[in-house]
């Protein structure tokens, strides 16, 4: 399982295409800094292929005043989450 790690929303940046599009069906997707923004129910469309293994990164939602206003699809997590994934994972790849 490799954990993909985005810091760009769709609204801004089109490399979370390039991101999903070498995901294999195991692979986990992690919204970071302005990424985060993705989560948002306007914006988390473009991450269906990858529900339920779709995360946000918390403390970037909260220095963004959104905390809470995640979709129900995207599973928070703090950044001992954070370390977990990348414990998890065989390798991670940064998409910036």
Excluded at 13 to 24: D, F, P
Aim: with cysteine; proline share 2%; aromatic share 6%.
């Amino acid at each position: 399982m490799i954990l993909h790690i985005l810091n760009r929303p769709p609204s801004s940046s089109l490399v979370y295409r390039e991101a999903l599009a070498t995901m294999s069906d195991t692979d986990r997707l992690l919204l970071v800094e302005d990424g985060v923004l993705g989560a948002l129910t306007s914006q988390v469309r473009h991450f269906q292929q990858v529900e339920g293994r779709l995360f946000a990164l918390r403390e970037d939602l909260h220095a963004r005043g959104l905390e809470g206003q995640c979709d129900a699809s995207v599973q928070v997590v703090d950044v001992d989450g954070f370390v977990t994934l990348t414990e998890e994972a065989d390798k991670t790849v940064s998409w910036f």
